[in-house]
Each structure stands twice: as structure tokens, then as C-alpha cells.
């Protein structure tokens, strides 16, 4: 017996849906190479509760060579499916098992638990839920927020950690073989007592925080239970990059954008600018950056960090102070660790002048 695991498509994200959809196209020929007997979602088929009719119809037609195999589909819903509406309404016709209430579902030997999504429930409402049948494996599948693990939790944000958290105790409590989960977007495999926890991630990078590869989940259920990740590449990445401008101006960084513009394919960009310079003048760079940029494919995030000459001219303390941090860094063997004190103290000089005025 061997099962898919796949979780978070958000088919339908604004501005994203063709790269969403040629993704899922490929975790579609993923099954119908594999021909597994359960393909799993395990929520946010859809970005939000009001999907698009065609779209909705497309989905469904895209899955029937699955079916037609004997491939069973079930899919619990995520907070996204049920966000203003319910995504996912109208899929049984189609042949597709979605689980709005907790379930079992037996497959040749192996049960599958199918928890549904409800935004107040805790782990411990999954423990208190759980019934206790006979199998050979037990798979557990929930769209839930583990909090246990640091860069998880991190990652999740108080925002969305709060739908349906999970500790490792809930984990263990549950005792399954597999723990199937949806929710966080990076592929994340670990184990928690004999449980094989596993979240795929969204089948295409959609923040900046979704920068680990892409990947879907085959569980071989057999002597032994096997876990192997498939990577599915993405159609647009996260990256970030930081522009220092140094003693030469914006312009010298000219060479730099040229060489990011030849490396970089398709992506989504977060350029940090730190240094200093005039604020109109670095407006305008920016625009052309990221026109030129854009041609190529990459849409440009300013984090505009510079500090303002013009400031700096006027401003008593801010000038002596650069003064001082120059002196320093011309003696010093590290030029750098000046500038940084600069920039930093420069930061604080300004927060606490903003400040100031508010008041
Ligand atoms: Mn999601």
C-alpha cells in the first residue's frame, strides 16, 4: 500500500495562478507515474473560500486520470478552503473525498485518521477525538500548527500558530505511524516518538519565508514504513540580497545588478540598500533597478536602509559622528565594523528624533 502526501496547492492566489497551476500539473503526473492507492491533501487546496466555478471544475477535471487508475483522493480542508466560504463544497461530485467531520478511512490494512479544520481546536481536541481501531499502520492527517519546533513556531507567527496548535505530547499521545500535516509551507520531516511527522510545504514558493525546495511525500506501507520526499522544483523562487553602497556612489552598484540580472532566473527579490545617499536621487535608482530587473523576470522588494545625506548635513550630531566613526575606521583594521557602528547608531539617532517629535 502506497500513499501520496501532498499539502497546501493555494490554487488560485492572485497573481500567482499559472505558476500554481503548472506546478500542480506536475504533482499530477507524479500519480499517475506512481499510481499509489490514496492521494492525500491535507488542506489549502484552495487560497480562499470563494474559488472560482472554472477553476473549481478544472481541479476536479485534472484529478479524474487519477481516479480512473483506482486512485482514492481524500482531502481534509485547510483554514484557507474554509475562509470566507468553504472552497471545497461540490467536490464529492466529482469523485473526490473531502472530510468536513473526523473520519476513518481504511485501506488494505492501513487507516487513515482524517482530521477536519476547525480554527478553536487544539491537539488536544485531536487526542480526545482519536478512536482506537485495529490496522496495521495508523496515518494521522491534519492541516495544524506544530509548535514544538523553534523554527516552525518562528516561521508561523503568532497569527497563524494559532490555528490548531500542536505539541509534541499531542504528537505522542496520538501514536500514529505517520502524521500527515498541512499548514507550514517548507517540506519538514522529523520524529516524534514512533511517529513520522511530515509537512510538505505548498507546492510553489508563495512568501519570502518559502525559501527551502519543494518537494511532495510517497509512504510505502510495507515490511516497514518508508518515507521518500520527491522534489518538484518551482516555477518562481525567493531570494534576498543586500546592496552596500560604498565610497563611489550608487552607480557602482550598476555592475552589481547586471551580474544578479545574468544569474538570477524568474524570482521574486529582496533588495536590502544600506549606506548612504541622497534620499531623492536613491528613489529614482531604485525605479530604474527595478525596471531593468523586471524585464528579466524579476520583480524587485526594496528594504530601503540608507541613510539621507542631506540629513546627516544638517544634523549636528549625526555629522560628528560620522566624523568620528571615519577617524576610528581609518585606524582600525577592520573598516567594516566602523560602518556598522555607524549605520546602527545612525538608526537609533533617527528613531529616537522621530520619537521626539511624535511627542
Ligand atoms: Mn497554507
Known sequence: MRFLHVSDLHLGRKGREEDIWRQWKKVVDIALEERPEVFLITGDVFDNGEADVELKKTFCCSLQPVIEQGTEVLIIPGNHDLRQGNALAGLEKAGLKVFYQYDVYFISEVAFHLFPFASN???????????????????????????????????????????????????????????????????????????????????????????????VFLVECGEKLKVTSIPIGCQRFYAERILQIGPQGLDALWAKIEELSAHLGPCFLRLTLRGMAE???????????????????????????TVDLGWIEENTLAK?????????????????????????????????QDAYKEH
Not at 129 to 144: C, D, N, P, S, T
Not at 329 to 352: A, M
Open 279 to 305: 534620499t531623492v536621487r536613491c528613489q529614482h535608482w531604485q525605479s530604474q533597478v527595478s525596471a531593468f530587473l523586471e524585464k528579466r523576470q524579476i520583480k524587485v522588494f526594496w528594504q530601503d536602509e
Open 121 to 215: 481546536w487544539t491537539g488536544q481536541d485531536l487526542v480526545k477525538m482519536k478512536k482506537e481501531v485495529k490496522a496495521r499502520y495508523q496515518i494521522g492527517a491534519a492541516h495544524a500548527s506544530y509548535v514544538a519546533l523553534p523554527e516552525i513556531f518562528a516561521d508561523l507567527g503568532d497569527s497563524q500558530a494559532i490555528h490548531l496548535p500542536l505539541t509534541r505530547e499531542d504528537i505522542m499521545a496520538l501514536n500514529f505511524d505517520y502524521f500527515a500535516l498541512g499548514h507550514y509551507h517548507n517540506a519538514k520531516h522529523w520524529q516524534v516518538g514512533n511517529t513520522q511527522c511530515v509537512y510538505p510545504g505548498s507546492i510553489e514558493p508563495l512568501s519570502f519565508k518559502e525559501k527551502e525546495k519543494r518537494c
Open 320 to 352: 560628528q559622528f560620522l566624523e568620528s566613526c571615519r577617524q576610528r575606521g581609518k585606524k582600525s583594521p577592520d573598516k567594516d565594523y566602523w560602518w556598522r557602528v555607524f549605520y546602527r547608531g545612525i538608526g537609533l539617532l533617527r528613531q529616537c
